[in-house]
């Protein structure tokens, strides 16, 4: 932590009393910390004029400047006055210069933008994408760290081949970005317990999406599929039951939520159809098929999801989800499903 000489804040000269007592840095740091926060003396108007490089200077010279960004950010009013006293450094104008030339230079003056790697990520356009944003980041944060495990600056045979090892390795390493892919081939496999826009419980609410331009401190109530909750889930868990349970009682209570859901390996046996993922009731022994799910069907998570496409192949999308709500609803907290629970939720619904 560096202290620029004649910086002022709160009335103390913190650059002089680090001269004197170097030791005591971290705790002059704080000290400037502290009154910067505690000092709300109104700015006059060409105390404004550095501001903005003032709160980027005291954001690059933290200790934690990730942490001071998220605080300068969040309560700006509170730390303005405390900025104000800074001192900018020359290096830092200069920089600030480059920058306002290249935009001007750009066309990008007057816009929120995010610079990652040198890419210009617009915030307030229409089409930011808050997912392409974290992807890059990810992928920078993966590359200094394969940057890093090279150790470039160590030399000797050791190094080569260390080095050497993990390049190779990179190379055969094959990408693994796309996680679920429903681009082709898989017509259905996205199951939906509700439908906003045509369901009879939702014939009341209104239509129009003029209902978005009304205040509200809540998803807006509309008959629109325009929020989608989407779970993929390994039904065996615990953790895929309770969110099930939330996703019904967040539709008992109303919530504008098209609520969806992908189970894990839905495969059936040889009595019912090859398209497990159709929207379309079809004909199926139900009785015989589901009395076989613990002689063909060894993984309680596939025995769910065989159920549970059983259930939707038979009678419809609306009887899985059913399904699915039995199923977590009548067990104790805690305990994982088991073939015979899985047979009773199913029972509850085979004779409706």
Same mark, same amino acid.
């Given at each position: 932590?560096?202290?620029?000489?004649?910086?002022?804040?709160?009335?103390?000269?913190?650059?002089?009393?680090?001269?004197?007592?170097?030791?005591?840095?971290?705790?002059?740091?704080?000290?400037?910390?502290?009154?910067?926060?505690?000092?709300?003396?109104?700015?006059?108007?060409?105390?404004?004029?550095?501001?903005?490089?003032?709160?980027?200077?005291?954001?690059?010279?933290?200790?934690?400047?990730?942490?001071?960004?998220?605080?300068?950010?969040?309560?700006?009013?509170?730390?303005?006055?405390?900025?104000?006293?800074?001192?900018?450094?020359?290096?830092?104008?200069?920089?600030?210069?480059?920058?306002?030339?290249?935009?001007?230079?750009?066309?990008?003056?007057?816009?929120?933008?995010?610079?990652?790697?040198?890419?210009?990520?617009?915030?307030?356009?229409?089409?930011? &994408?808050?997912?392409?944003? #974290?992807?890059? /980041?990810?992928?920078?944060?993966?590359? @200094? !760290? =394969?940057?890093?495990?090279?150790? *470039?600056?160590?030399?000797?045979?050791?190094?080569?081949?260390?080095?050497?090892?993990?390049?190779?390795?990179?190379?055969?390493?094959?990408?693994?970005?796309?996680?679920?892919?429903?681009?082709?081939?898989?017509?259905?496999?996205?199951?939906?317990?509700?439908?906003?826009?045509?369901?009879?419980?939702?014939?009341?609410?209104?239509?129009?999406?003029?209902?978005?331009?009304?205040?509200?401190?809540?998803?807006?109530?509309?008959?629109?599929?325009?929020?989608?909750?989407?779970?993929?889930?390994?039904? &065996?868990?615990?953790?895929? #039951?309770?969110? /099930?349970?939330?996703?019904?009682?967040? @539709? !008992? =209570?109303?919530?504008?939520?098209? *609520?969806?859901?992908?189970?894990?390996?839905?495969?059936?046996?040889?009595?019912?159809?090859?398209?497990?993922?159709?929207?379309?009731?079809?004909?199926?022994?139900?009785?015989?098929?589901?009395?076989?799910?613990?002689?063909?069907?060894?993984?309680?998570?596939?025995?769910?999801?065989?159920?549970?496409?059983?259930?939707?192949?038979?009678?419809?999308?609306?009887?899985?989800?059913?399904?699915?709500?039995?199923?977590?609803?009548?067990?104790?907290?805690?305990?994982?499903?088991?073939?015979?629970?899985?047979?009773?939720?199913?029972?509850?619904?085979?004779?409706?």
């Amino acid at each position: 932590m560096s202290f620029e000489e004649g910086e002022e804040v709160g009335g103390v000269y913190l650059a002089t009393l680090a001269k004197r007592r170097p030791d005591l840095k971290q705790e002059l740091s704080e000290l400037r910390t502290q009154l910067a926060s505690e000092t709300t003396d109104s700015l006059k108007v060409w105390k404004l004029r550095d501001l903005s490089l003032q709160a980027t200077q005291a954001t690059i010279d933290a200790q934690d400047p990730l942490r001071t960004l998220k605080d300068l950010s969040q309560d700006f009013p509170r730390h303005a006055a405390g900025l104000s006293a800074r001192r900018v450094r020359d290096d830092l104008r200069e920089a600030a210069a480059t920058a306002h030339a290249y935009s001007m230079h750009s066309g990008l003056t007057g816009r929120a933008l995010v610079f990652l790697g040198g890419t210009a990520h617009d915030v307030g356009s229409p089409t930011f &994408s808050l997912h392409a944003l #974290l992807q890059g /980041i990810r992928s920078e944060a993966s590359s @200094l !760290r =394969q940057l890093a495990a090279l150790d *470039v600056l160590t030399e000797g045979p050791e190094a080569y081949k260390r080095r050497e090892l993990i390049l190779a390795t990179e190379d055969t390493r094959k990408p693994s970005s796309t996680r679920v892919d429903l681009l082709s081939g898989s017509k259905g496999s996205i199951t939906y317990a509700n439908n906003l826009e045509k369901d009879p419980e939702y014939k009341d609410w209104p239509p129009s999406v003029q209902q978005l331009l009304y205040p509200s401190c809540q998803l807006t109530t509309v008959a629109k599929n325009l929020y989608t909750a989407l779970l993929v889930l390994d039904a &065996s868990t615990d953790e895929a #039951l309770n969110a /099930i349970y939330v996703a019904h009682a967040m @539709l !008992r =209570q109303g919530y504008p939520v098209r *609520v969806a859901f992908v189970l894990g390996d839905a495969s059936l046996s040889d009595e019912a159809s090859e398209d497990v993922f159709s929207d379309e009731v079809q004909d199926v022994d139900e009785q015989q098929v589901i009395t076989q799910f613990g002689t063909h069907l060894h993984s309680i998570g596939t025995q769910v999801a065989a159920a549970c496409s059983l259930a939707k192949l038979a009678r419809g999308p609306k009887t899985a989800w059913s399904f699915l709500v039995e199923l977590a609803s009548n067990r104790e907290y805690g305990e994982a499903p088991t073939l015979d629970s899985v047979i009773s939720a199913y029972g509850s619904h085979l004779y409706e």
